[in-house]
């Protein structure tokens, strides 16, 4: 992600110098700068800043509702497995075919062996 071109806190700065603006002299102008004119921009990063919050938070429980749904999804497809293991047994092709290892694929296990002190 590239760097960002404007300090964390412009938010609160641009309110800042609105509120301070307004108690010095609200018809004070800088060049084609007006008050209204900051004003219109700190109002529309606030709205742009609560939409970014408003997404991220249902993109957050979106990914809670997914992550529940898989789960759920992982428990239902060991269910299936394990039911056609003990149908047609842990080395027939039907359960291959539900993604099981066959046992005769199955690589032996390594022996572990304890080293000496």
Not at 8 to 33: H, P, R, Y
Not at 60 to 75: C, F, M, P, V, W
Not at 76 to 93: E, H, L, M, Q, W
């Amino acid at each position: 992600m590239a760097k960002k071109m404007y300090p964390s806190d412009i938010l609160e700065q641009g309110k800042s110098v609105v509120d301070a603006w307004n108690q010095i002299n609200e018809q004070m102008t800088f060049g084609d700068l007006t008050f209204n004119k900051l004003l219109q921009d700190v109002n529309e990063v606030g709205s742009v800043l609560n939409q970014i919050m408003t997404l991220e938070n249902r993109l957050t429980d979106l990914r809670n509702q997914r992550d529940i749904l898989s789960l759920a999804i992982t428990e239902k497809i060991k269910r299936v497995r394990r039911g056609v293991a003990a149908n047609y047994g842990d080395d027939s092709s039907q359960y291959e075919m539900v993604g099981g290892t066959r046992t005769s694929e199955r690589k032996p296990r390594r022996q572990r062996t304890t080293a000496t002190a």
